[in-house]
């Protein structure tokens, strides 16, 4: 009986760990306040935030050769970007991009830690935006807190509505902007002030802007802490001699308040006053003398409130900076920092991205603007014509990627006496392609029966540089 009795407290104790376990991994999110925060690193956001702004709002509005200048025109599988036209057969130079993109993430996030994250990244961009819009609606940290926890009335209806209005404006100006980029956007929003957008046009802008709604006005850290896949893989390229935003834990512990007049140092405390300003400026919430964590963004918004600290009570700036962790155990200075940026990873980053960079740009420049496919009709083999002569029928698409009209000039060769039979010339519009029927044809006698490889050769007829050659082959029967 007595052992029965003594096995009670272990069974309930065992019950109580594991609902406070189920508890611990199903916690409900505690909505975040990040209080305004003013300084270098926010200037240097803001400005990232206006650059890419104006560009992605921008952009759409510009106009080059009687054209929207940058405009994905999926219907007709043209890709319009400044002065150049992309066609679908053009897709490796949408490789070249990815890659360089991925790379430039590699070497920056190896030297500077989470800089895309931390400023250019939409979902910083747009939260950051969107905070601001609430800090003008609703006041600062304090009062938003307040006008939460404050019982539900006209007023508080009255602030949400108008918040949760300009949130939903910008967000539909965001999906019309994106729609903007794969619909002429001046038609776009005529249509959209006749409401006479159609299906895909009206699905994809309400798409974007409930996204950007979603993601920048309710879910905010929880997309990078739980739904970008980014903060997981980061170690991978992290290295103690990566620059991250880093507490100085040797400087600042034991933290505790003081007096600005007393001798802290007699006190047995260290420079941090645990204000805990840092955490509430942090966008994720999260308190960075805690060490590097995955949800931190490397924003930079906790260095800027603790030096402002700092500077108010008169101690040296930098217990929260960018530095790496060899310079922190090591006590190093910005020019052995920098000296340690020139490591082999960075090499390696740097001349793969070099390389990538050069081959597009040559790639580029040296891109003939036309494009020529020939195919043989299978349908029809070797045939006697006229005269004696044997003739092969092909299908010969042409396609004029540039921006003006364009006449080329249509030859062959590879076997005696081969040519063109019909017009040996053709006109293409500015930016079309064209499919049609091509006959070659050769003497009675003039090659032995069998497949013979010729040549195809059309160039421009007022610029004899714009050239291209496809081979084929000519059936002798």
């Not at 189920?22 to 990232?48: D, N, T």
């Not at 404050?150 to 967000?171: T, V, Y």
Request: net charge positive.
């Amino acid at each position: 009986m007595n052992d029965r009795l003594k096995a009670i407290p272990v069974v309930q104790a065992t019950a109580e760990a594991t609902e406070e376990l189920e508890q611990s991994l199903y916690e409900v999110r505690r909505k975040i306040y990040p209080r305004a925060v003013h300084g270098w690193f926010a200037g240097s956001r803001w400005s990232m935030v206006w650059l890419t702004q104006i560009v992605f709002y921008g952009l759409p509005w510009l106009q080059w050769n009687d054209r929207q200048a940058v405009l994905f025109d999926l219907a007709a599988r043209k890709f319009y970007i400044f002065g150049f036209v992309f066609w679908p057969q053009d897709f490796i130079y949408l490789t070249g991009l990815l890659i360089i993109a991925a790379y430039s993430l590699f070497l920056f996030t190896a030297v500077g830690g989470r800089l895309w994250c931390g400023y250019a990244c939409p979902q910083t961009v747009y939260t950051e935006i969107f905070i601001w819009i609430e800090r003008k609606v609703e006041g600062d940290r304090q009062r938003r807190m307040r006008l939460d926890a404050e019982p539900f009335s006209a007023r508080k209806l009255g602030i949400k509505a108008a918040k949760h209005g300009l949130w939903i404006a910008l967000a539909l100006w965001t999906g019309l902007t994106f729609v903007g980029y794969f619909t002429p956007i001046r038609e776009l929003i005529a249509h959209a002030a006749a409401f006479e957008l159609g299906p895909w046009q009206t699905f994809w802008v309400f798409f974007y802007g409930f996204a950007t709604y979603g993601n920048a006005g309710w879910m905010r850290e929880q997309v990078c802490k739980y739904m970008c896949p980014y903060a997981r893989f980061q170690s991978a390229m992290f290295d103690k001699d990566t620059m991250i935003v880093t507490y100085d834990a040797a400087r600042g512990e034991p933290r505790g308040a003081r007096s600005k007049k007393a001798d802290y140092r007699a006190q047995g405390l260290g420079d941090c006053v645990d204000c805990t300003m840092c955490v509430q400026v942090c966008p994720t919430g999260i308190d960075i003398r805690n060490g590097l964590q995955y949800e931190c963004i490397g924003c930079a918004a906790c260095i800027d409130a603790c030096d402002q600290v700092m500077d108010k009570l008169g101690y040296p700036r930098g217990l929260v900076r960018y530095t790496t962790t060899n310079a922190l155990a090591n006590g190093w200075r910005f020019p052995e920092i920098v000296r340690r940026v020139f490591r082999p990873r960075i090499f390696i980053y740097t001349a793969i991205l070099c390389v990538v960079i050069a081959a597009v740009t040559f790639s580029l420049y040296a891109r003939v603007p036309l494009k020529v496919d020939v195919l043989r009709d299978r349908a029809a083999v070797a045939r006697e014509v006229e005269g004696g002569k044997l003739e092969n029928v092909y299908r010969l698409q042409i396609m004029n990627t540039q921006e003006q009209p364009r006449r080329y000039r249509i030859a062959a060769s590879g076997l005696p006496s081969l040519a063109v039979a019909g017009e040996t010339e053709v006109e293409l519009p500015a930016a079309t392609t064209r499919q049609f029927p091509f006959r070659l044809q050769v003497d009675a006698g003039a090659a032995a029966t069998g497949s013979h490889k010729i040549v195809v050769e059309v160039n421009a007829v007022d610029d004899p540089s714009i050239s291209t050659r496809e081979k084929a082959v000519f059936l002798v029967r």
